[in-house]
């Protein structure tokens, strides 16, 4: 059975630094895309960034480049989204998502998805 589990969203000022961790198990995830997507009350969920398993892609939307950066420990299958310079618009739930479609960044493409962590960003 396919597990996503994310983990480290809490509270922290604007300005602020965090770092999410999603682990992965129940199957290989080799050829898998792995991303960040997250979705604020009344809002669509959105695309944050996304990562090859090989670590040879990467995208990351127009609203964090430059900002989070999305890595991944293939050792320990784990996902990781660096967020830094936070602001109060990136509060929101954050999903980790898994899915086999090359270069995807809507969620009907990923198979598997997380229960989501809270991040909230405080002015």
């Known amino acids: 059975q396919v597990q996503l589990v994310e983990s480290g969203g809490r509270l922290v000022q604007a300005g602020g630094s965090l770092r999410l961790s999603c682990a992965a198990s129940g199957r290989t995830f080799s050829g898998f895309v792995m991303a960040w997507f997250r979705q604020a009350p009344g809002q669509e969920r959105e695309s944050v960034a996304t990562i090859s398993w090989s670590g040879g892609y990467t995208y990351y939307s127009d609203s964090v480049k430059g900002r989070f950066t999305i890595s991944r420990d293939s050792a320990k299958n784990t996902v990781y989204l660096q967020m830094n310079s936070l602001k109060p618009e990136d509060t929101a739930v954050y999903f980790c998502?898994?899915?086999?479609?090359?270069?995807?960044?809507?969620?009907?493409?990923?198979?598997?998805w997380g229960q989501g962590t809270q991040v909230t960003v405080s002015s």
């Open positions: 998502a898994a899915g086999p479609q090359y270069q995807a960044t809507s969620p009907l493409s990923f198979n598997y």
